[in-house]
């Protein structure tokens, strides 16, 4: 047989997937055996015209991770969709927007803003900022056009399957890649990850009814290590995060923070998020609710921590 | 066309529909931006019902259940009292302003009260005018 064509591509991203792609450690060699590296711009030199020079197909498998948020990303997105077999959403910003997801709560205008003027390390008197073309001395030099709206890999090409994770845990990342070596791939769409509903559900912690009168962040409490860590007041994402990755955060005193995405059959995660916290709230007194909610600082970009780009509003109204 | 604001309105069965029915049997007079959506308690309501009403083309979406302390099913309204407010301040983030969501309890017997709740939110959103997600533009550009 034939050894698989295999491409890794990142978006915007923070690279930690391709180490989540190293984690799987002497396996690679498995997959060294099977496989022959195309592109992976992190690892070999190829360069995006050797791409553009394969033929449609050409590659059997490309797992792309990060989302898409400027003109070169989603050139690349549609070039390798036509030029792969199988299309991978690797990676909590590539299958729901993940961190740079968290963009779509501000505009370009104001990202700009705040990155080349606000900042108070910025020294640019001129108030120079990123131009998509620029004519130099030398001739013009051009950058790839930044976009208002961050989105998932999904909502720019057909993807064919999705890997969750920030980054994937090895045990997903090698479910999807053995699922490629011997050929035995699930009907396309499939989120692959071990067949867990929630993050609770591999979670070790003894759960009771949970009735919370306060809200803490992570580094206003120790944690007992033994009782859920919602029941203690940190906001976990277990309870609305899909399952799979074998519940490593809360087993290290750490709260889920929803890198798997929504779990089966839920559209909106941070809404389903919102729900299962309010309802824990231990008080039928509004004013107290009211004081209670006030400990929660940031609801949106908490509940949305990986996954506004997919929710039903998909970003932020700006005025 | 002149604008008039669209309200998806969640009313609990046991009370505020029966007082929306009691309103109708009244023949009260009352806005008829409300498009009723009948739920079996102001707690089925779950957060993405309102931002699914936002995200179909609604100005505006109210809630009403049972009165604390007369829930069908003894406590399901507070929990709607715990997730309504914590919604708003999630919403307030993505832009979407206060008086847009509503929260209210309407009896059976409150035929008069569920007329006055209808037209007070009909108002407040007619002044904050149609809400228009960034969501369009967004779909249009991802066409392109």
């Known amino acids: 047989m034939p050894k698989l064509k295999l491409a890794l591509y990142w978006a915007s991203s923070c690279g930690g997937c391709e180490i989540g792609q190293l984690q799987i450690g002497t396996k690679l060699l498995q997959l060294a055996a099977v496989a022959d590296i195309v592109f992976w711009p992190v690892a070999i030199d190829v360069k995006y015209k050797d791409v553009e020079a394969m033929p449609d197909k050409s590659i059997d498998v490309c797992l792309f991770n990060g989302s898409i948020r400027t003109s070169e990303q989603e050139h690349m997105a549609k070039m390798l969709r036509d030029k792969s077999n199988v299309l991978i959403s690797y990676g909590a910003c590539a299958c729901n927007g993940g961190i740079p997801g968290l963009a779509n709560f501000y505009n370009r205008d104001m990202i700009f803003n705040r990155a080349y003027i606000e900042t108070p390390s910025t020294d640019n008197a001129g108030k120079t900022m990123p131009q998509t073309s620029f004519q130099s001395p030398q001739g013009v030099l051009t950058l790839p056009e930044f976009y208002e709206t961050v989105r998932s890999l999904a909502q720019t090409v057909d993807v064919d399957y999705f890997v969750p994770g920030c980054p994937p845990e090895e045990r997903t990342t090698w479910l999807a890649l053995e699922a490629l070596i011997e050929g035995k791939l699930p009907p396309k769409g499939t989120v692959i990850s071990n067949n867990v509903k929630a993050v609770c559900d591999d979670c070790p912690r003894k759960k009771n009814v949970k009735k919370v009168k306060s809200f803490y962040r992570t580094f206003q409490m120790v944690p007992e290590p033994e009782t859920c860590l919602l029941e203690q007041g940190l906001i976990c994402a277990g309870i609305a995060t899909r399952g799979g990755c074998g519940a490593p955060c809360p087993q290290a005193n750490m709260p889920c923070t929803g890198c798997y995405g929504a779990p089966e059959g839920v559209i909106d995660q941070g809404a389903h998020l919102l729900g299962a916290v309010a309802s824990v709230i231990d008080s039928t007194d509004p004013d107290e609710i009211k004081s209670i909610i006030d400990n929660i600082s940031d609801p949106a970009g908490t509940f949305y921590r990986y996954s506004l780009p997919v929710s039903l509003l998909r970003r932020a109204k700006i005025k | ?144």
């Open chain 2, 1 to 144: 066309m002149v604008w008039e604001p669209k309200i998806v309105g969640f009313l609990c069965n046991w009370c505020s529909y029966r007082g929306a029915d009691l309103a109708g049997i009244s023949r009260l007079k009352f806005a008829p931006n409300v498009k009723v959506i009948r739920v079996p308690c102001s707690a089925r309501v779950e957060p993405a019902f309102v931002l699914k009403a936002f995200q179909s083309g609604a100005d505006g979406v109210i809630i009403l259940g049972c009165h604390p302390g007369d829930c069908h099913y003894s406590e399901g309204n507070y929990k709607t009292m715990r997730r309504v407010p914590l919604l708003k301040k999630m919403l307030a983030q993505l832009g979407i302003e206060d008086d847009r969501v509503a929260l209210d309890w309407v009896s059976a017997s409150e035929g008069e009260k569920f007329a006055s709740v209808v037209d007070a939110m009909t108002e407040k959103v007619r002044a904050l005018g149609p809400f228009t997600s960034n969501n369009a533009e967004e779909l249009e550009h991802a066409k392109t």
